[in-house]
C-alpha cells in the first residue's frame, strides 16, 4: 500500500511556480527518499538522484569550483541530494548552483535538521523553500481504511505510532522489530551525537517517561 503524503502536492507546487532550492527535513526513516524518488519518477525532463551518504558523491562534491559543478549538474531540471547534511559544504554548493542557475530545480533532504540548517542558513537566505515531513498522520491514513477498519486499528496506531514502515508491517511482531530498531540504530545514536551526551541511560529514561 502507498500512501499519499500531504506535502508531496505542496512541495510540486513549488517546484512548479518558483525556482528557489526546496529543502525537506524530517527525522529518519518517515519517507522523505521515497517521496523524492516519487517526484523524480514523475518529472518531465532529465534528473539525477544523488545520496551524500555515499563517499563517490562526497569525493566528487569536495570541489565545489563554478565549471565543476556546471560539469556534474548541467543539462539536469532537477537534482535530488538526499542526506545534504553529509557534506560539509553544501550551503556553499546550493548557493553557486542557484546563483549560476546551473540546475533550475534542486532538492535537499535530511535526516538532521539542526545540522543542514547551520550549514544552509546564511547561503540559502531568500533562496529556498523548506518543508518539513513527518511520519503518517490520521488524516493521510483515514482514506486507506473503511470507518470500521480505521477505528479498529486506532489501539495499534497509539501503542505502535505512525512510521511508514511501522504502520505498513503485517503484525504486532513485526512492528515491535522496527522500532526496536529504529531506536537502537538511529534515535539513541544521532541524539547522543547531536548533544553530546556521555550518559545514555539518562536519556533513555527521559524518553520512557515521555512515553508514559
Do not use: C
Not at 566528487?60 to 553529509?86: C, M, R, T, W
Amino acid at each position: 500500500m502507498e500512501i499519499r503524503r500531504e506535502i508531496e502536492d505542496q512541495i510540486r507546487q513549488k517546484l512548479k511556480t518558483s525556482q528557489k532550492i526546496i529543502t525537506l527535513f524530517g527525522p529518519r526513516q518517515v519517507g522523505k527518499t521515497t517521496l523524492v524518488k516519487k517526484i523524480l519518477a514523475g518529472w518531465k525532463g532529465k534528473t539525477l538522484y544523488l545520496s551524500a551518504e555515499r563517499l563517490e558523491v562526497q569525493t566528487q562534491l569536495a570541489n565545489y569550483s563554478l565549471p565543476h559543478l556546471k560539469a556534474l549538474f548541467g543539462g539536469y531540471q532537477l537534482v535530488v541530494i538526499d542526506e545534504a547534511q553529509y557534506l560539509s559544504n553544501i550551503g556553499v554548493i546550493a548557493k553557486i548552483i542557484y546563483d549560476s542557475k546551473i540546475v533550475p530545480h534542486l532538492i535537499l533532504t535530511s535526516s538532521s535538521s539542526f545540522d543542514l540548517a547551520n550549514k544552509t542558513q546564511e547561503p540559502l537566505t531568500g533562496r529556498s523553500w523548506t518543508f518539513k515531513l513527518y511520519p503518517f498522520s490520521l488524516r493521510e491514513l483515514k482514506p486507506y481504511y473503511s470507518p470500521i477498519e480505521f477505528s479498529s486499528f486506532l489501539d495499534q496506531f497509539l501503542v505502535y505510532g505512525l512510521y511508514p514502515e511501522v504502520v505498513l508491517a503485517p503484525n504486532n511482531k513485526e512492528r515491535y522489530e522496527i522500532l526496536a530498531e529504529l531506536v537502537n540504530q538511529y534515535l539513541y545514536k544521532d541524539i547522543l551525537i547531536l548533544s553530546n551526551l556521555k550518559r545514555s541511560q539518562k536519556l533513555i529514561d527521559l524518553l520512557r517517561l515521555l512515553a508514559y
